[in-house]
């Protein structure tokens, strides 16, 4: 079964300062997709940035960016230039086509004025 | 564009009674589903639907039941509601994934959640 695991709970980062968070993932399939969520607290999730698995050039989104690492099964998330709004859970997520997203465990990220 | 919305935003049980989660999208998404989010657990899969009158367990699909009569309602109920049902219930939608190409079909959209407390 496919597994969806972010080793940080916690992270921190000063702000206008650069963080990255780490995902890693178990599959053994070739074609899927993987996504990074925000949730604020205001509890709406939002997508982030995504990414398919059959495209080597790493997804970039403004000051968010993805480090796609397939053979390692690893997508962890660059936040450039952090933002005090950027503070929020941030969660992972994994989905093969006509399937179902699985996600991780989140990671909440804390912006220190 | 209202996108998903749940339906109530709060409610509190007493243990045993019974409630229905109503999630509607007007974005004619084939798919949808229901998470329940736990501090340290991250979203949980409960259900999910791939289409109009057809549903699928999750995860965690114990003590609770769904339907899908109509392709942008999707209900959620609790038969008999446990103290350990207590949590944050996310109602989610999405295209139907054609392939590869189709990586927009495979993006959620969420509800704003619903906070259920059963005592």
């Known amino acids: 079964a496919q597994t969806v695991t972010q080793s940080q709970p916690e992270m921190s980062v000063q702000e206008a300062e650069t963080v990255t968070l780490s995902c890693t993932y178990d599959t053994s399939e070739s074609d899927y997709y993987l996504f990074w969520y925000k949730q604020p607290p205001s509890r709406q999730m939002i997508l982030v940035i995504r990414?398919?698995?059959?495209?080597?050039q790493n997804a970039t989104e403004n000051r968010f960016s993805v480090n796609f690492q397939k053979a390692a099964k690893s997508f962890s998330l660059k936040i450039s230039d952090s933002q005090l709004g950027d503070a929020a859970m941030y969660f992972c997520?994994?989905?093969?086509?006509?399937?179902?997203?699985?996600f991780g465990p989140g990671t909440s990220l804390s912006v220190i004025p | 564009n209202a996108g998903v919305t749940q339906t109530p935003k709060f409610r509190v049980l007493k243990t045993g009674q019974s409630m229905t989660l109503l999630c509607a999208q007007d974005m004619n998404h084939e798919y949808m589903y229901w998470y329940r989010q736990d501090p340290g657990m991250g979203l949980r899969l409960i259900h999910y639907s791939v289409g109009e009158g057809t549903t699928a367990k999750g995860e965690v699909p114990d003590g609770y039941n769904v339907s899908r009569l109509k392709k942008q309602n999707f209900l959620l109920g609790l038969e008999s509601a446990a103290p350990s049902q207590t949590s944050v219930y996310f109602c989610?939608?999405?295209?139907f994934g054609l392939g590869t190409g189709e990586l927009r079909a495979n993006v959620l959209t969420f509800g704003a959640g619903s906070r259920l407390t059963v005592l």
């Open positions: 997520a994994y989905k093969r086509p006509y399937d179902k997203v699985i």
């Open positions: 989610a939608s999405s295209e």
């Open positions: 990414q398919e698995a059959y495209k080597q």
